[in-house]
Protein backbone atom coordinates (compact mmCIF):
# COMPACT_ATOMS: atom_id res chain seq x y z
CA UNK A 1 0.00 0.00 0.00
CA UNK A 2 2.48 2.45 1.04
CA UNK A 3 6.11 2.61 1.68
CA UNK A 4 7.66 4.65 4.35
CA UNK A 5 11.78 5.87 4.63
CA UNK A 6 12.62 8.41 7.55
CA UNK A 7 15.47 10.56 7.21
CA UNK A 8 17.01 13.51 9.26
CA UNK A 9 18.20 11.82 12.58
CA UNK A 10 21.68 12.71 13.82
CA UNK A 11 23.38 13.33 17.05
CA UNK A 12 22.80 17.26 18.65
CA UNK A 13 23.38 18.81 21.69
CA UNK A 14 20.90 19.95 23.89
CA UNK A 15 18.61 22.76 23.26
CA UNK A 16 19.28 21.87 19.92
CA UNK A 17 16.78 20.91 16.76
CA UNK A 18 16.38 18.06 14.02
CA UNK A 19 14.01 18.08 11.61
CA UNK A 20 12.96 14.66 10.59
CA UNK A 21 11.40 13.51 7.24
CA UNK A 22 9.19 10.91 5.91
CA UNK A 23 8.73 10.38 2.46
CA UNK A 24 5.88 8.30 1.23
CA UNK A 25 5.53 6.08 -1.92
CA UNK A 26 2.29 5.43 -2.89
CA UNK A 27 -0.30 6.85 -4.90
CA UNK A 28 -3.14 6.82 -2.18
CA UNK A 29 -0.95 9.53 0.27
CA UNK A 30 -3.58 11.83 0.91
CA UNK A 31 -5.71 9.22 2.52
CA UNK A 32 -3.64 8.31 4.95
CA UNK A 33 -3.37 9.43 8.49
CA UNK A 34 0.56 9.71 9.68
CA UNK A 35 2.09 9.30 13.26
CA UNK A 36 5.90 9.49 14.51
CA UNK A 37 6.49 7.01 17.31
CA UNK A 38 10.18 6.41 18.90
CA UNK A 39 11.97 3.92 21.14
CA UNK A 40 14.55 4.28 23.47
CA UNK A 41 16.83 1.72 24.46
CA UNK A 42 15.50 0.17 27.34
CA UNK A 43 12.03 1.34 26.62
CA UNK A 44 9.12 0.70 25.19
CA UNK A 45 7.33 2.40 21.99
CA UNK A 46 5.88 5.00 22.51
CA UNK A 47 3.79 7.81 20.53
CA UNK A 48 4.64 11.68 19.72
CA UNK A 49 2.83 12.92 17.26
CA UNK A 50 0.28 12.33 14.81
CA UNK A 51 -1.56 14.34 11.76
CA UNK A 52 -4.74 13.72 9.82
CA UNK A 53 -4.85 12.84 6.44
CA UNK A 54 -5.97 16.23 5.51
CA UNK A 55 -3.16 18.23 7.85
CA UNK A 56 -6.46 20.00 9.61
CA UNK A 57 -6.04 18.11 12.68
CA UNK A 58 -2.75 17.59 15.03
CA UNK A 59 -2.04 15.52 18.53
CA UNK A 60 0.99 15.55 20.51
CA UNK A 61 2.10 13.75 23.26
CA UNK A 62 2.67 15.77 26.09
CA UNK A 63 6.03 14.97 26.55
CA UNK A 64 7.03 17.16 23.28
CA UNK A 65 3.88 19.62 23.21
CA UNK A 66 5.09 22.78 22.24
CA UNK A 67 8.95 21.87 21.07
CA UNK A 68 7.85 19.52 18.45
CA UNK A 69 5.82 19.89 15.07
CA UNK A 70 4.30 17.43 12.74
CA UNK A 71 3.27 18.77 9.93
CA UNK A 72 2.87 17.01 6.39
CA UNK A 73 2.65 17.91 2.21
CA UNK A 74 0.34 15.78 0.69
CA UNK A 75 1.50 17.24 -2.95
CA UNK A 76 5.00 15.96 -2.59
CA UNK A 77 3.84 12.69 -0.33
CA UNK A 78 6.26 14.19 2.23
CA UNK A 79 5.42 14.25 6.39
CA UNK A 80 7.89 15.76 8.91
CA UNK A 81 8.50 16.46 12.64
CA UNK A 82 9.98 19.37 13.51
CA UNK A 83 12.22 19.01 16.91
CA UNK A 84 13.31 22.14 18.88
CA UNK A 85 14.37 22.37 22.54
CA UNK A 86 15.79 18.90 22.64
CA UNK A 87 16.66 16.91 25.50
CA UNK A 88 18.22 13.79 26.54
CA UNK A 89 15.39 12.01 26.79
CA UNK A 90 14.12 12.40 23.41
CA UNK A 91 17.14 9.95 22.65
CA UNK A 92 15.35 7.00 20.58
CA UNK A 93 14.78 5.75 17.44
CA UNK A 94 11.95 7.63 15.85
CA UNK A 95 9.17 6.18 13.79
CA UNK A 96 6.89 6.77 10.69
CA UNK A 97 3.24 5.37 11.12
CA UNK A 98 0.38 5.09 8.35
CA UNK A 99 -2.59 4.49 7.89
CA UNK A 100 -5.01 4.71 5.11
CA UNK A 101 -7.92 6.13 6.67
CA UNK A 102 -10.17 9.54 6.56
CA UNK A 103 -10.91 9.11 10.30
CA UNK A 104 -8.42 10.26 12.90
CA UNK A 105 -7.17 8.29 15.68
CA UNK A 106 -5.06 10.32 17.24
CA UNK A 107 -3.20 7.75 19.21
CA UNK A 108 -3.55 4.17 17.72
CA UNK A 109 -0.78 2.48 15.98
CA UNK A 110 -1.22 2.30 12.54
CA UNK A 111 -0.01 -0.69 9.89
CA UNK A 112 2.52 0.63 8.24
CA UNK A 113 5.81 0.94 9.40
CA UNK A 114 9.28 2.57 8.34
CA UNK A 115 12.51 1.68 9.54
CA UNK A 116 13.50 4.48 11.50
CA UNK A 117 15.31 7.52 12.44
CA UNK A 118 18.60 7.37 15.20
CA UNK A 119 18.00 11.05 16.87
CA UNK A 120 20.45 11.12 19.63
CA UNK A 121 20.50 13.95 21.95
CA UNK A 122 23.85 14.66 23.94
CA UNK A 123 23.73 16.38 27.54
Known amino acids: QVQLVESGGGLVQAGGSLRLSCAAA????????MAWYRQAPGKEREFVASISWSGGRTYYADSVKGRFTISRDNTKNTMSLQMNSLKPEDTAIYYCNAQESTQFTPRDEYPYWGQGTQVTVSS
Open 26 to 33: GRTFSTYN
